[in-house]
């Protein structure tokens, strides 16, 4: 049997990823860039937005990242691409619609091309809640860097034939 996971040491120069940024609600998603970034430079990745290893996408908001976030896989330079968004709940449905298309959309892409896609948008019913969740209690920006290393390590094993 033959077991295949994911690790969090690498090799510094060994992915490359992208970072696919919605502008909207940028209060949140500035901080889920910050807490990115940090996860990935104390992994041994080069994020700063003059280097090679990270390439930086801001769009206008979630609904949009998912376009943006394919046409980045299909170029095959990245091994994972991290989605970060926020959608917060207000008063009409237009949550449910951004939410659900942007959740959709991101997941398919990872279907579609084989590239890992992280779904880092936040979906809230506050302002109060994103602010959370993007570094007053906790910054998931942290975790979704975390997911994009562990899968772009797990599908280089998974494919060692094709390296990136």
């Not at 940028?26 to 990745?45: A, E, M, N, P």
């Amino acid at each position: 049997m033959t077991v295949f996971e994911g690790t969090f040491t690498h090799d510094p120069i060994a992915f490359k990823f992208a970072i696919v940024i919605a502008r909207f609600n940028d209060l949140v998603t500035d901080k889920l860039v910050s807490s990115c970034q940090d996860c990935l430079k104390r992994h041994g990745v080069d994020a700063d937005p003059q280097g090679t290893q990270v390439d930086y996408v801001w769009v206008p908001g979630s609904f949009e990242v998912p376009l943006v976030a394919r046409q980045l896989a299909l170029t095959e330079k990245y091994d994972a691409i991290i989605c970060l968004g926020a959608v917060i709940r207000g008063q009409t449905p237009h949550f449910d619609y951004v939410a659900s298309e942007a959740a959709k959309g991101i997941a398919a892409i990872g279907f579609q091309t084989g590239v890992p896609v992280i779904f880092g948008i936040l979906t809230t019913d506050t302002m109060q809640q994103a602010l959370e969740r993007a570094g007053i209690k906790s910054n998931h920006g942290w975790h979704y860097a975390l997911n994009a290393l562990e899968m772009a390590s797990l599908m280089r094993q998974l494919r060692p034939q094709n390296p990136r």
